[in-house]
């Protein structure tokens, strides 16, 4: 029985380049122990983020590359659990600061703001009107702020926004004559 430090390097080295080849970042790996089992924590992440399916690509080619490597890393049953970081996260390099151009974010260095731009290391911030250029150091993790509306968004129809079958607007008419034939 490894080591479950020894587990997650070594399980990081197969892991990571089948993430990466997928073209997605590995965020994090976390092996921890629950009851007989290993518990095998994965969180991934990409420039469009990572929806439902993605996850469960992302899975089966994890799982296949750490099934592969079974006679090395012991065949001690696992749980293996791939998730996005999700919206709660810390941003701590400059990947994630660009994968969240024009949220709100909270820092403690330069207080709330939102991500204007990213550009190498520095990160351009409008805090209340004002612009900040602050490089990721200098800025120290930040978090997104959750945002149920936002003030002046243009829609782009107000009557239809998504463009979907639906019942707000005129263009729908014929949609609604087409469901009841």
Known sequence: MAS???????MTEIVAPAVTGAGYDLEDLAV???????LVRITVDGDNGVNLDTVAELSRLI???????EAELGS????????????DRQLTTARHWKR?????????????????????????????GTEKQLTVAELGPGRIQVEFTRVNEAFPDEDDIDE?????????????EEDQK
Do not use: Q, W
């Open 4 to 10: 479950l430090t020894a587990l997650k390097t070594r």
């Open 32 to 38: 921890t122990r629950v009851g007989r089992r290993l």
């Open 63 to 69: 799982s296949d590359g750490l099934d592969a490597h």
């Open 76 to 87: 001690e049953p696992y749980t293996l659990e791939v998730s996005s970081p999700g919206v």
């Open 100 to 128: 969240s151009v024009g949220r709100l974010v909270k820092t403690a260095s330069a207080g709330t703001g939102r991500v204007m731009s990213v550009a190498d290391e520095v990160v351009t911030l409008d805090v209340d």
């Open 164 to 176: 979907d079958d639906d019942f707000d607007d005129e263009d729908d008419t014929e949609d609604v």
